[in-house]
T-cell receptor
């Protein structure tokens, strides 16, 4: 069955430094999509970045980039120049058939940015 | 404003008393989903819907029902709630027009079943 693994329950990073949040996935489908969401303490789910399985380049959105290693089945989120407002839960999600309807989420990583 | 609206935001109720959590989106999205969020487990998909009258089970459908009679609404029904359904619930919608379209989430409903 398709599955997402996030092995870091919690992470600390110093303000202004970069941090990498790990995500590995398991799927046998050749077509899939990977998403990262942020959940601040207020509870809302905020979309950060998307990577398609056929995309040739790693996705980037502002300070967020995705280190996509297809052969290793990993899709790590890199946050550059961390800010205090980056403190939140981060979830990696797999769109299992790449139709945008059938998702599986990882358990999440809680990131704390230290001043 | 484009949004997904869930009601209620908070509910404390007792075992066996039927309840419905409503979800409505104003973006004319094709796809809608329900998730529950539990500590250490992330979000788990309960049901999803590809269009009106088209629904399918997610990973944890037991004890839940859904319906999609109108495109904008996707209520979650707990016919006989039990304490193990105490959780934070999210409704989400997505356009269904492309593979890279993120889901838009509601603000969540915190259910406590005593």
């Amino acid at each position: 069955a398709q599955k997402i693994t996030q092995t870091q329950p919690g992470m600390f990073v110093q303000e202004k430094e970069a941090v990498t949040l790990d995500c590995t996935y398991d799927t046998s489908d050749p077509s899939y999509g990977l998403f990262w969401y942020k959940q601040p303490s207020s509870g809302e789910m905020i979309f950060l970045i998307y990577q398609g399985s056929y995309d040739q380049q790693n996705a980037t959105e502002g300070r967020y980039s995705l280190n996509f290693q297809k052969a290793r089945k990993s899709a790590n989120l890199v946050i550059s120049a961390s800010q205090l407002g980056d403190s939140a839960m981060y979830f990696c999600a797999l769109d299992r058939d790449n139709y945008g309807q059938n998702f599986v989420f990882g358990p999440g990583t809680r990131l704390s940015v230290l001043p | 404003e484009a949004q997904v609206t869930q009601n209620p935001r908070y509910l404390i109720t007792v075992t066996g008393k039927k309840l419905t959590v409503t979800c409505s989106q104003n973006m004319n999205h094709e796809y809608m989903s329900w998730y529950r969020q539990d500590p250490g487990l992330g979000l788990r998909q309960i049901y999803y819907s590809m269009n009106v009258e088209v629904t399918d089970k997610g990973d944890v459908p037991e004890g839940y029902k859904v319906s999609r009679k109108e495109k904008r609404n996707f209520p979650l029904i707990l016919e006989s709630p039990s304490p193990n359904q105490t959780s934070l619930y999210f409704c989400a919608s997505s356009p269904g027009t492309g593979t890279n379209q993120p889901q838009h989430f509601g603000d969540g409903t915190r259910l406590s079943i005593l």
